[in-house]
């Protein structure tokens, strides 16, 4: 049996970053496109675009830097600004992940948790 949590960021109650949304970034800078990144967590590239859009907003850095096409075709990369956010969340997220499992473990104790018993 496993526990699950998720864990957002929202700024004046709107969401500013989460799971979904450090997908979205890790995948831009695994394929150095956002064309590319939205099709690989099935997404459209503009609902890609208003997620950045947003985040840099409500959070007042710039996240990725978009180079145009042509020539030598486009592109684009995270700012050092997002790396490293996206560094602090995973680390507030595995903090949060270990609290809830302990929680978990000590209301419904570890013999009930390998047996699958409650």
Same mark, same amino acid.
Do not use: C
């Given at each position: =049996?496993? %526990?699950?949590?998720? #864990? ?7 969401? $500013? ?6 997908? @979205? #970034?890790?995948? %831009?800078?695994? !394929? ?7 099709? *690989?967590?099935? %997404?459209? !590239? ?8 947003? =985040? *840099?907003?409500? @959070?007042?850095?710039? @996240?990725?830097?978009?180079? /145009? ?8 990369? @995270?700012?050092?600004? /997002?790396? *490293?956010?996206?560094?602090? !969340?995973? =680390? =507030?997220?595995?903090? %949060?992940?270990? #609290? $809830? ?18």
């Amino acid at each position: =049996m496993d %526990i699950k949590s998720k #864990l957002w960021i929202e700024i004046d109650g709107e969401p $500013v970053f989460g799971r979904g949304r450090r997908f @979205l #970034l890790q995948a %831009i800078e695994t !394929y150095g496109s956002i064309n590319r990144a939205a099709k *690989e967590i099935n %997404i459209s !590239y503009r609902k890609a675009w208003s997620y950045i859009k947003a =985040m *840099e907003e409500r @959070l007042g850095i710039k @996240l990725v830097e978009r180079h /145009a096409g042509g020539k030598n075709g486009g592109g684009a990369v @995270l700012t050092k600004e /997002a790396r *490293e956010f996206i560094r602090k !969340y995973e =680390m =507030m997220e595995n903090g %949060i992940r270990k #609290l $809830v499992d302990e929680r978990f473990r000590k209301i419904f104790g570890e013999e009930a948790v390998r047996k699958k018993r409650f």
